[in-house]
């Protein structure tokens, strides 16, 4: 049984390090270049096991290359229970552009990634159990709405983060229970300025009977429940790189609803983890453990 089962994409992030982005057209010169494990489903995997939750696993699709191996040795190596499907294409990669803002862009190449099924997915939630689920948009739509129904089905808590946005079917709202997303994608998902239109996306949400948790940066975030909305402060923090905050903050809302806590205990908790991941570079090599960010100022 695992508690928190996230199923979702691992991939290779090669990070580029820059003064400031490039125009279109435009040639500058970087920093410095890095590789790190990285993927929307690894990052929330192994920010959840550094927070000490006992039994995380992960579902999804690595290459049979080298990179596949890393990551899932790399996983491995943070306690997190691989339920991975190896297939004959390559391994999910990354292109990240990180300014000296800590601001990024991102490029994601899906590659086996897109090999994750359905049929992979309900599989794996019925054996594992889980507590709670978490699924993204880096694995093909028919396998995220797997995911969600067969959370369902066993009872599990079904955390939704659609990132990279894509269309939202409604069967796939009606499964899930908690809505992660930012500014950019609440707008994406309702057609609605989260500036403008509060109230109205507040009505959105309580329609389809989903808690929202919309994460605001820096500021921390918003939980929506009931119509209402509730803001969390984040810790203030001297941001160096921000690849990756918003999955250490699900993971960790992830970890904190296992073992109970309301949404809004949850949010304010994961955004003292998202703070965290945010002075340091890279998505997982800044995540830390419960005790790292129990010690964030």
Request: charge should be negative; include cysteine; glycine fraction near 10%.
């Amino acid at each position: 049984m695992s508690e928190v089962l996230v199923v979702g994409s691992l991939n290779v992030d090669v990070i580029v390090r820059t003064p400031r982005f490039p125009a279109p057209g435009e040639t500058i010169l970087g920093d410095e270049i890095t590789r790190c494990p990285g993927g929307k489903g690894m990052n929330q995997a192994v920010a959840a096991s550094r927070l000490g939750m006992t039994s995380v696993g992960l579902v999804g699709c690595v290459g049979d290359d080298p990179d596949g191996e890393w990551l899932t040795a790399l996983a491995d190596r943070d306690q997190v229970e691989c339920r991975l499907s190896t297939v004959a294409a390559p391994t999910g990669t990354a292109l990240i552009t990180v300014d000296h803002t800590g601001e990024n862009t991102i490029i994601v190449v899906g590659g086996a990634n897109n090999a994750v099924t359905s049929t992979q997915i309900h599989e794996q939630i019925t054996l594992a159990r889980p507590e709670v689920v978490t699924t993204m948009l880096e694995i093909p739509m028919d396998a995220v709405m797997a995911a969600a129904r067969a959370g369902q089905q066993m009872g599990a808590r079904v955390i939704l983060n659609p990132s990279p946005f894509q269309s939202l079917p409604d069967e796939l709202l009606v499964d899930t229970d908690v809505l992660v997303l930012n500014e950019v994608e609440i707008e994406q998902a309702t057609g609605l300025s989260w500036r403008e239109d509060r109230a109205r996306i507040t009505g959105w949400l309580a329609e389809r009977q989903l808690l929202g948790v919309v994460t605001l940066g820096a500021v921390g975030a918003a939980v929506i429940r009931d119509r209402q909305i509730t803001e969390i402060a984040s810790p203030k923090v001297q941001a160096v790189d921000t690849v990756g905050c918003g999955d250490a903050l699900t993971g960790a809302l992830a970890v904190r609803l296992a073992r109970g806590d309301d949404v809004e205990q949850a949010t304010a908790f994961a955004c003292r983890v998202a703070a965290h991941a945010a002075t340091g570079y890279g998505a997982q090599p800044s995540y830390g453990t419960a005790e790292q960010v129990g010690a964030l100022g």
